[in-house]
Nanobody, 122 residues
Framework: QVQLVESGGGLVQAGGSLRLSCVASGSIFRLLAMGWYRQAPGKQRELVAGISTGGSTNYADSVKGRFTISRDNAKNTVYLQMNSLKPEDTAVYYC????????????????WGKGTLVTVSS
């Protein structure tokens, strides 16, 4: 079983930046692909970015050039650096993990965090 705990959400003005973190429990973090998903009010959950065990990345078109996903296997942590934030980025952001290939995205892995709220004001 893998437990994921997100942090770093909050309120930011449009054009600002936030960095989300997700810490995973257990000793198999380096074996897991990791991803960030988001769900805005009234909308379905969608993939934001994914990172493979080897560090390859995949981004939704809406965040390319603005968001960066990275991982630190020594700290069992995956990050999402979000720059040039827009009001439409407002959502609950969820960390996800699983034993999968990036080729299977946007299908998520088996493990989810509880989410962290990001609110971008105009």
């Amino acid at each position: 079983q893998v437990q994921l705990v997100e942090s770093g959400g909050g309120l930011v003005q449009a054009g600002g930046s936030l960095r989300l973190s997700c810490v995973a429990s257990g000793s198999i973090f380096r074996l897991l692909a990791m991803g960030w998903y988001r769900q805005a009010p009234g909308k379905q959950r969608e993939l934001v970015a994914g990172i493979s065990t080897g560090g390859s990345t995949n981004y939704a078109d809406s965040v390319k050039g603005r968001f960066t996903i990275s991982r630190d296997n020594a700290k069992n942590t995956v990050y999402l650096q979000m720059n040039s934030l827009k009001p439409e980025d407002t959502a609950v952001y969820y960390c996800n993990a699983g034993a999968y290939s990036l080729a299977t995205l946007p299908k998520p892995g088996d493990y989810w965090g509880k989410g962290t709220l990001v609110t971008v004001s105009s």
